[in-house]
């Protein structure tokens, strides 16, 4: 009891600015969307480029979510049926078996969270970040750099939220905190296999649409670069939404719990010196990361271009 009351206060701070971290992230949306859309045939191309990826994005998540529920099944029966259990073990190997897919599971679950809201997010900035600009260069960088940021602080969020969550559940059911890292891998697991399908499907689907509308354009129709009358284009960018922002959301996520866990087993060899701490050392550092990108995305005021404009203009005439 000890134990659990003097862990209040870190865990507490942990979820507490992970949550704040969402509710800055939402405010964030809410801001964005409340911006100007611009002009009809603007919309008329983003609502073209929306449709694309939000029905690319559907299909894919059906096939990671099929997959990922096969080999979560996979998982169990290995853990539980196939694999010898041994002394180094952090639990039975029933324990250790539901621990590891239900980690596996919410790992999945949390890099489709995140890598969707960067995706859902960012189609939605780029029109009006477009719009913004017709008048106002600061502006238009305001919508493109909180926009943005709303990637950056699911994924820190979401990776504290998940790792943290399975560390509060599994001591508030009784286990050893030095074995609980152990009990957790598959939460890297699962968000790395989200990862592989979104970052290669999206990244190949991106590259092949680029080729093919410069081939189809450039080459062939001899019409400029990224011009609306090629429809090739529409798919150019809408793997630029699915590869870069969903894909990348997802590989960041990996890379962030893979790396927090890791850090996590890694502290468990810190327990003779600083005990219980050193086991919690990356969460506290992803929630300082956390911290520091709300307070940032929510200050972002850039200075006003248009006195520097001016002056470079008045200097060269």
């Keep these: 009891m000890d134990f659990i009351n003097s862990m209040k206060f870190p865990f507490v701070l942990v979820m507490g600015i992970s949550l704040l971290s969402l509710a800055v992230a939402f ?56 694999r010898k259990h041994n002394e180094h073990d952090p639990a039975g190997p029933m324990a250790l078996a539901l621990c590891t897919t239900g980690s596996f599971v919410a790992g999945a679950a949390c890099s489709l969270i995140a890598g ?113 009358r090629n429809p090739a284009v529409i798919a150019d960018l809408v793997g630029d939404n699915v590869g870069d922002c969903a894909g990348r959301g997802a590989d960041l996520f990996e890379s962030t719990a893979a790396e927090n866990i890791g850090a996590m087993i890694l502290g468990v060899g810190l327990i003779p010196y600083f005990g219980w701490k050193g086991v919690l050392f990356p969460s506290s550092r992803a929630r300082s990361a956390c911290s520091r990108r709300s307070r940032a995305s929510s200050s972002s005021r850039p200075r006003s271009t248009r006195t520097r404009w001016t002056r470079s203009t008045s200097a060269t005439t």
Excluded: H
């Design 116 to 228: 969707y809201i960067g995706m859902w997010v960012s189609i939605r900035t780029n029109i009006r970040t477009a719009a913004a600009a017709r008048t106002s260069l600061n502006d238009a960088l305001r919508i493109a750099l909180r926009g943005g940021a709303v990637a950056g602080l699911f994924v820190c969020a979401m990776s504290l939220i998940g790792v943290g969550g399975l560390f509060i559940l599994l001591k508030l059911l009784g286990y050893p905190f030095e074995k609980i890292p152990f009990m957790i891998v598959g939460y890297g697991f699962g968000a790395s296999f989200v990862a592989l399908f979104a970052q290669l499907g999206g990244g190949i689907y991106t590259k092949a649409a680029d080729v093919g509308a410069d081939l189809v354009g450039k080459v062939e129709a001899g019409i400029p670069e990224d011009d609306p």
């Design 27 to 82: 405010w964030l949306i809410n801001w964005v969307m409340a911006k100007d859309t611009g002009t009809d045939a603007m919309r008329k191309i983003s609502d073209a480029i929306k449709a694309g990826a939000e029905a690319y994005l559907r299909r894919q998540n059906y096939t990671i979510i099929s997959l990922s529920s096969v080999l979560a099944i996979v998982i169990f029966v290995l853990y539980a049926f196939v």
